[in-house]
Structure formats: C-alpha cells, structure tokens
Nanobody, 119 residues
Framework: VQLVESGGGLVQPGGSLRLSCSARGSIFGIGTMAWYRQAPGQERELVATITSGGSANYADSVKGRFTISRDNPKNTVDLQMNSLNPEDTAVYYC??????????????WGQGTQVTVSS
C-alpha cells in the first residue's frame, strides 16, 4: 500500500492550494484519513482528520481556512487550503488507517509534499 501526494508548491500570502492524496495497493477499507504538517525545526502536527463517514475535525490554526474531503470509492483525500499565510509553510503529509484482507489496520504515511507561502 502506498499513499501518493500531489499539489504542493509555492504560493503568495492570501493564496490557495489544493493537496491530494491517493491510496494505492491492496485495500479492503480505509478508516480515518488525515493531513499532518511539519515545519523546519518543529514537530509534526495534526492539521485535519476525516472519518469514513465524512466527519471532519481541524486544528484551531486552520479552522475556517482549510477544508478536508475524501472520495471513498476512489480512496482519495484532499485538503483545500485558502487564505494561506507564511506560518502555513511546511511539508504536508497524508495519513490513513488502511484495512488489509485480514481486517487488520495499519497506519500509512505519504512521502510528503512541500507547501511554501511567500511573497
């Protein structure tokens, strides 16, 4: 199983980016999916989560600006980021709890995608 991310890049303050993550491989189900981020010199922090039923939660720092969504048949999760500011600069990681054929759950991570907010 792999989580493949895309959509990072350089954006000016106030701009928007959309990150996407696709889960590929032998997948029998996906539980909670999430986005984390890690800025230089800082610990990885949770940005947003979404359950298989579509219930979402956000870090206080991104509430009202970021929106997490998922497409269950396609095994994807997206993060729409609006009103970006320099403090959002970080490597963003996709995370998912994936069920195998034996219905045991394993947490997988994507490789990370860089988001840089700068003028």
């Amino acid at each position: 199983v792999q989580l493949v991310e895309s959509g990072g890049g350089l954006v000016q303050p106030g701009g928007s980016l959309r990150l996407s993550c696709s889960a590929r491989g032998s997948i029998f189900g996906i539980g909670t999916m999430a986005w984390y981020r890690q800025a230089p010199g800082q610990e990885r922090e949770l940005v947003a989560t979404i359950t298989s039923g579509g219930s979402a939660n956000y870090a206080d720092s991104v509430k009202g600006r970021f929106t997490i969504s998922r497409d269950n048949p396609k095994n994807t999760v997206d993060l729409q980021m609006n009103s970006l500011n320099p403090e959002d600069t970080a490597v963003y990681y996709c995370n998912a709890d994936i069920l195998n054929a034996f219905f045991s759950s394993t947490t997988y991570w994507g490789q990370g995608t860089q988001v840089t907010v700068s003028s």
